[in-house]
Nanobody, 115 residues
Framework: QVQLVESGGGLVQAGGSLRLSCAAS????????MGWYRQAPGKQRDLVAI???????DYADSVKGRFTISRDNAKNTVYLQMNSLKPEDTAVYRC?????????WGKGTLVTVSS
């Protein structure tokens, strides 16, 4: 059974930084596409960033230049480094693992950015 466990969320002031981690188990992590999504209260879930098994990345326009996704296949972990945080980045951030169209999700970690 695939399990994804996020950590690293919290309260930070605008302009600050946080690093989220997502530890995966029960899957062949090295061949999964890993992603970070976020959902703010009352809003739909949006893609933040993805990283392929080969290390190619893609980002939402709203976070380009501020967030960096990376993965450590030896540790079965994907990271999201978030810099220059803004109040509008406040959301629950969830990690996803996907392969051949099948998705698995973590429960999420809350990021709150105060102005």
């Amino acid at each position: 059974q695939v399990q994804l466990v996020e950590s690293g969320g919290g309260l930070v002031q605008a302009g600050g930084s946080l690093r989220l981690s997502c530890a995966a188990s029960g899957t062949i992590f090295s061949i999964d596409v890993m992603g970070w999504y976020r959902q703010a209260p009352g809003k739909q879930r949006d893609l933040v960033a993805i990283i392929t098994p080969g290390g190619s990345t893609d980002y939402a326009d709203s976070v380009k230049g501020r967030f960096t996704i990376s993965r450590d296949n030896a540790k079965n972990t994907v990271y999201l480094q978030m810099n220059s945080l803004k109040p509008e980045d406040t959301a629950v951030y969830r990690c996803s693992s996907s392969r051949y169209g099948t998705y698995f999700w973590g429960k999420g970690t809350l990021v709150t950015v105060s102005s």
